[in-house]
């Protein structure tokens, strides 16, 4: 399935597609940060998610900087 159509993301693939580490995308889902759902014993993270934190990065560093 195209990454563009993947609607659930391992951890590991969302790591790579933010071009950060495992341990980070951990952290980000422990403190709340990143949405995830649990699927059986299965972690996985809506690409919605990923790209909702993206905007709240944005969205934080562009109120800083104003």
């Known amino acids: 399935m195209p ?8 951890p590991e693939r969302a790591a790579d597609r933010m071009d950060l580490g495992r341990s980070k995308i ?8 990143l949405e995830s759902v649990l699927i059986g014993r299965s972690r996985r993270i809506p690409l919605d998610a990923l790209r909702a934190y993206v905007e709240r990065l944005r969205a934080d560093q562009s109120n800083a900087g104003a």
């Open 3 to 10: 990454e563009d159509t993947q609607i659930l993301l391992s």
């Open 26 to 33: 951990f952290e980000l889902m422990a403190a709340g940060e």
